[in-house]
T-cell receptor, first 112, second 116 residues
Framework: QKEVEQDPGPLSVPEGAIVSLNCTYS??????FMWYRQYSRKGPELLMY????GNKEDGRFTAQVDKSSKYISLFIRDSQPSDSATYLC????????????FGKGTLLTVNP | GAVVSQHPSWVICKSGTSVKIECRSL??????MFWYRQFPKQSLMLMAT?????????EQGVEKDKFLINHASLTLSTLTVTSAHPEDSSFYIC????????????FGAGTRLSVL
């Protein structure tokens, strides 16, 4: 079993739809959870950052972490064509270990 | 804040030559930087961890003599691909960690290397 599992998609939705992206993980030591957006041939851009369990909202984006289920989600409301990108979940255990463990990424296309 | 600049964005070189890629933290000091490699439609593969003033720590399977990393200052790390060959063609991305939120990595825009 991989440490982080993420459905690679592709996921195609109409403009305005609510998008749900998810990752599961197996390492219970993970405490810091991040979502990155990566456009084609660009570096990943940090979207959301959550420590431990709970929800975090930033504009159209909501990140949820359920440590009991080892499950994290990113919701995108009122999706736009400009949201079309690959979304990567990433996580680490904190402390002096700064390395991130990434999911494979989900390719999202929002159709106008 | 937390801007990471990577240069060049695209480089084409002949087989056997060396290529240097720069990674700079523009508005913060980065004691730790990371270098990744990414193949098309795949996730990021960590190559090495770079700490200012010390030798880089390479991941298993990464050739230290092929991929030279120097982190000479708190704002600059460089990756030199030595004697590049076509199989080294890839997308290379750096990231940096700030002193405040040390578990968050901020990424550069990436460098596309094409070796002919």
């Amino acid at each position: 079993q991989k440490e982080v599992e993420q459905d690679p998609g592709p996921l195609s939705v109409p403009e305005g739809a609510i998008v749900s992206l998810n990752c599961t993980y197996s390492n219970s030591a993970f405490q810091y959870f991040m979502w990155y957006r990566q456009y084609s041939r660009k570096g990943p851009e940090l979207l959301m950052y959550t420590y431990s369990s709970g929800n975090k909202e930033d504009g159209r984006f909501t990140a949820q972490v359920d440590k009991s289920s080892k499950y994290i989600s990113l919701f995108i409301r009122d999706s736009q064509p400009s949201d079309s990108a690959t979304y990567l979940c990433a996580m680490n255990s904190g402390g002096s270990n700064y390395k991130l463990t990434f999911g494979k990424g989900t390719l999202l296309t929002v159709n106008p | 804040g937390a801007v990471v600049s990577q240069h060049p964005s695209w480089v084409i070189c002949k087989s056997g030559t060396s290529v240097k890629i720069e990674c700079r933290s523009l508005d913060f000091q980065a004691t730790t930087m990371f270098w990744y490699r990414q193949f098309p439609k795949q996730s990021l593969m960590l190559m090495a961890t770079s700490n200012e003033g010390s030798k880089a720590t390479y991941e298993q399977g990464v050739e230290k003599d092929k991929f030279l990393i120097n982190h000479a200052s708190l704002t600059l790390s460089t990756l030199t691909v030595t004697s590049a060959h076509p199989e080294d063609s890839s997308f290379y991305i750096c990231s940096a960690v700030t002193g405040v939120a040390k578990n968050i990595q901020y990424f550069g825009a990436g460098t596309r290397l094409s070796v002919l």
